[in-house]
């Protein structure tokens, strides 16, 4: 596919939570081209895992398509369409093409840890930052995100999207709905007049399965919050509507309302780590953050803020939360630091400020986070060995000058996890070293198969069989680290035949001088 199908210009591409949804970003920018004369000739192409779960708004539109995710389809699209928009990532796979628009538009500001800042499994964000490498675009609601996304993820040197600071889309959704489509919502979810709405929507616990889930303590503490006669509505992380399905819940919220239109007609938020307390902020409503587990979290996944200093109110046992909820509803937002910087860009235009920049270039309207010039340099050094060339490679990276430099260093996983001597000398890399770790493997062709297995019997090769030697792993090297900007290309082990023909095949627009040691 990636080969062999041209770009179509009008063809738009969207993908949320990997497939699991109609919403966020994607969902917001969509409604809006969806409604622009100026895109009326689009093709657009939502990525389901569920197809069941299609809207029904959209169902018998022409112009709007929904294909399952990892299908022939979607390998399709993702090799047609000229601009995709995604909050998450796309497969390891995913190579974008040169012409190709690829959005991420990340999914909030962060409350709780990211990538490199998170407890648990090592490289498990190897991914998301193949992803930021991959795109031509990376929108943030503000300042604080860009910082902890580029940083965290360690993609502030290789980075050669535009990162734009321009609010978020999914928040105009709050801000701009009608008070006829408010009273509309009001109306399908059976709130009556005079009630008002407590939306409770906590953030997932890496902890947490099917075994583990408390689902008892989760119906308990929303039988407490029922109590007090005011319409109460669940919003879980999609796992935990999965494990929820057969528990009889009568308060979860549809599947098929948006969690932004939600926010849009809700009274009070009851929240804990999660970033949607940072989109209700911008309401300046009420917010409390129930923190029952706040030792436990703090453990297993970690967090960047203290949330005792965020507008709102904090408790962690039921009784007290839900005593504070109904009798001291007003909270103050103006005097916050917080609410301020976070919030900057919140003012209902954000959409609007998203497509002027991704289809008209238009960079004036946006905050364009400017990069330091340094030189980048991209290092591989193998597996971490504790040996001679680990000590040399090590001693290098540390003497490297940071101040004019950036350094990167691009590692196997697979070559490391298990080894304790190989995570140490990884865990002493200096401060300023940013890891990028390999996910996925070569795709190549049977043709290409056969002579990348020749050169590894070292037989030799005619010029025509080296153009495709060299073609396969010059798409290697693109789907490792897209079209980012390399001053110099360093594979300091020289040994490995796979990342020597990787290095050396990379394009020439990527990068302007290579260095293999043997």
């Not at 920018?29 to 779960?53: G, P, R, Y």
């Not at 890399?429 to 990348?452: N, R, Y």
């Amino acid at each position: 596919f990636y080969e062999n199908f041209e770009l179509n210009e009008n063809q738009i591409l969207y993908e949320s939570y990997h497939g699991s949804s109609i919403s966020c970003n994607p969902f917001a920018i969509f409604q809006s081209l969806l409604k622009s004369e100026a895109h009326e000739n689009a093709l657009h192409i939502w990525a389901l895992n569920d197809l069941s779960t299609v809207p029904k708004a959209y169902e018998n539109l022409k112009n709007v398509i929904f294909i399952k995710r990892g299908s022939e389809l979607y390998l399709k699209y993702l090799s047609t369409a000229k601009y995709l928009f995604n909050n998450v990532s796309f497969p390891e796979y995913y190579i974008r093409k040169k012409r190709q628009v690829y959005v991420n538009t990340w999914h909030g500001t962060p409350i709780k840890t990211l990538g490199k800042k998170m407890n648990g499994e090592l490289f498990a964000h190897k991914n998301i930052t193949r992803n930021f490498l991959q795109a031509s675009h990376i929108i943030s609601p503000n300042c604080y995100t860009t910082e902890k996304l580029l940083n965290d993820y360690e993609v502030n040197g290789l980075c050669s999207a535009v990162v734009a600071e321009t609010g978020y889309p999914r928040n105009d959704i709050i801000l701009t709905m009608s008070e006829v489509g408010k009273q509309s919502l009001r109306t399908k979810l059976g709130i009556t007049d005079g009630h008002k709405l407590l939306l409770y929507a906590p953030t997932w616990r890496e902890s947490q399965n099917i075994a583990t889930f408390n689902v008892e303590k989760l119906l308990s503490d929303l039988e407490s919050m029922q109590a007090s006669g005011w319409h109460i509505l669940f919003k879980g992380h999609h796992l935990v509507e999965e494990i929820l399905a057969n528990a009889q819940i009568s308060c979860v919220a549809p599947k098929g309302i948006d969690t932004n239109e939600l926010l849009a007609i809700t009274d009070v938020l009851v929240s804990d780590y999660s970033s949607i307390s940072i989109d209700f902020m911008a309401t300046q409503r009420p917010i409390f953050y129930y923190t029952y587990d706040m030792d436990e979290y703090v453990k297993t996944r970690g967090l960047y803020l203290d949330i005792n200093e965020l507008p709102g109110k904090v408790h962690a046992e039921i009784d007290e939360l839900v005593s504070a909820i109904f009798q001291e509803q007003e909270q103050s937002y103006t005097d916050n630091d917080y609410y301020s910087q976070f919030c900057q860009f919140d003012d209902g235009n954000s959409t609007n400020r998203v497509i002027d920049l991704v289809f008209n270039g238009n960079k004036e309207n946006v905050h364009i986070t400017s990069k330091i010039e340094k030189k980048n340099i991209l290092f591989y050094v193998g597996p971490l060995i504790p040996n001679g060339i680990m000590t040399s490679a090590h001693n290098l990276l540390k003497w490297s000058k940071k101040e004019s430099n950036t350094i990167s260093l691009f590692v196997s996983p697979d070559t490391i996890i298990g080894s304790d001597d190989r995570i140490d000398n990884l865990n002493e890399l200096p401060s300023h070293v940013e890891v990028i770790a390999k996910t996925g493997s070569l795709i190549s062709s049977i043709e290409e198969d056969h002579i990348i297995e020749s050169v590894k019997r070292g037989e030799s090769l005619t010029p025509g069989q080296f153009k495709i030697y060299r073609k396969a792993f010059e798409r290697e090297f693109l789907r490792n680290f897209g079209y980012s900007k390399i001053d110099t290309l360093i594979n300091f082990e020289g040994y490995h035949s796979h990342w020597t023909s990787c290095f050396a095949s990379a394009p020439n627009e990527t990068t302007r001088s290579k260095v293999i040691y043997q």
